[in-house]
């Protein structure tokens, strides 16, 4: 299993980011798919899920300014980010879980300045 996450980068407030975490090893389709996020100083934090049928949930954080989606035919799932605010800034994971067992990408870096 490899999830490659990229998109990340420096912003100013207000601004936007996409974020692309391309997935292989697995049948992509059958699972649903996370991000993370890990800011300087702080624990890891949950921030958006995935399901198989395309249901979406988030932390109240990023509601209505974060959008998880995939593409199934290109075994990758993606997050949009507007109105980027400094608090945003961390480490953003993309996140797998198959037979009990998690997978975690590389990380991409956020970086919103103000």
Aim: glycine letters at 10%; proline letters at 3%; one cysteine or more.
């Amino acid at each position: 299993v490899q999830l490659q996450a990229s998109g990340g980068g420096l912003v100013q407030a207000g601004g936007s980011l996409r974020l692309s975490c391309a997935a292989s090893g697995f049948i992509f389709r059958l699972y649903p798919m996370a991000w993370y996020r890990q800011a300087p100083g702080k624990q890891r934090e949950w921030v958006a899920t995935i399901t198989t049928g395309s249901s979406t949930n988030y932390v109240s954080s990023v509601k209505g300014r974060f959008t998880i989606s995939r593409d199934n035919g290109e075994n990758t799932v993606y997050l949009q980010m507007n109105n980027l605010k400094p608090d945003d800034t961390a480490v953003y994971y993309c996140y797998a879980e198959m037979s009990s067992r998690a997978y975690w990408g590389q990380g991409t870096l956020v970086t919103v300045s103000s």
